[in-house]
């Protein structure tokens, strides 16, 4: 593919995402994160996943056999190695010591493209079929009471900071369950996020406290309604979520058939649940990037994070980190810098 000038690039970009898989634990979420990156690679769609979950079954789900799944190469393994790829030479990042999960990109950072060969990638990123995967890593015995998963969550929250999506890409990430997703930006870094909820009480009320703390960082959230099984189903969701509700999927012969460990062509998907997946993409697609307030989020909540432990660990004050001339987009793969972020430093 040719590109012929930063216009062209831009307006290729423009259906390039990176989509969120949230919701109760237990509502399938993994589940359909699987289902929805099968099902854009079956549609011959370039898809990284990334498992960002503290229980990680997305390779699982993907169809990679248990055995292979506990050997993939951990982001919260190598994130020294993460952090030194991303910094480059940008002046603004003393050292590696100095960068945190939050650093938000400046000129001179490194940035990714979702489904480039790179080192980075290289190291961390295997082939599931025809799904690109990255795993965050179990959180293990030795990390039980002098760790916070959080900490190997930050991989991914780097790794998003830096990403400017290619044409045609998708990223599918599937998040840690219910609110532990609040407990750093990374729920800030997508430009859909799919709400998986079960026709229940319990399911619902998470919905209503992610929606609540989402909505006031103007994150876009949709609902998609799991293991339904009649009318009465639908009708309980939609009077709850809405019109938040997208779609709903049936309960699934098929994922039952994987969930004892027979993962058949994605093909075999009921027609119905099919359908829902497309209509999930078609949403996906119509989403329209903005660069501008995805860089200010950044760099809001690196602010929140150096003045509340960030400073402090480091000993150097991180605010200085923040290039305020520089926002993420297709224009800085090759020109640089276009507008400046309305953030205040402090």
Known sequence: MTINSVSDLRSRLEYAVKVAFVGKGGSG??????????????????????DADINQHLAVALGMPEEEAVL???????????????????PRISSVDAMVKTTPPGRGSRLLRGLEDNPLFDLLVRRVGDVRLAVTGPFADQDLGVACYHSKVGAVELLLNHMVDGPGEYVVVDMTAGADSFASGLFTRFDLTFLVCEPTIRSVGVYRQYVGYARDFNVRVVVVGNKVEDPDDEAFLREHVGSDLLVCLNRSGFVRAAERGRVEPITALEPENRAALEHMRQTVDGVQKDWVTYTRQAVEFHLRNAAAWGNQRTGQDLSSQVDPDFVLGPDTLSTGPVTAVDVTIS
């Open 29 to 50: 979420k993994t589940t359909l994160a699987a289902l929805f990156a099968r099902y854009l690679a079956d549609q011959g769609q370039p898809v990284l996943a990334i």
């Open 72 to 90: 993939l190469p951990a982001m919260g393994d190598h994130l020294r190695e993460i952090k030194e790829y991303l910094r480059g030479n940008n």
